[in-house]
């Protein structure tokens, strides 16, 4: 009925609360689950797009992010790419900004669903 203070403290320290490394623990399986579905594909598809544009050629079709679809006409460095976008009508095009890439004959990539 009557209890001390000290009885009191005792009761409460045999609780141990929970450690640094078991909520480093929980937290590995949400960590790995979002490294396999988020920056691993983001990863692979950055890496696919740089490999499409270092390869890009003469004669490839291309289309930049802004939407214009051209033949590349010459590639003048490793950073921008000569486009005819029109008879007699040339832009120069920087190279990071192509979106797709189809080579000589290639038909259109359609989306799959």
Known sequence: ???TPVFAAAAGAA???PGMLDGLIMFLPI?????FLVLR???KKMKEHR???NNVRRGDTVVTAGGIVGKVAKVKDDNEIE???????RIRVVKGTLSDVRTKGEPAKTEEK
């Open 1 to 3: 009925m009557f209890s």
């Open 15 to 17: 609780q141990q609360q």
């Open 31 to 35: 960590i790995l689950l979002f490294w």
């Open 41 to 43: 594909p983001q990863n």
């Open 51 to 53: 490999e499409m544009v």
């Open 83 to 89: 486009v005819d976008i029109a008879e007699n009508v």
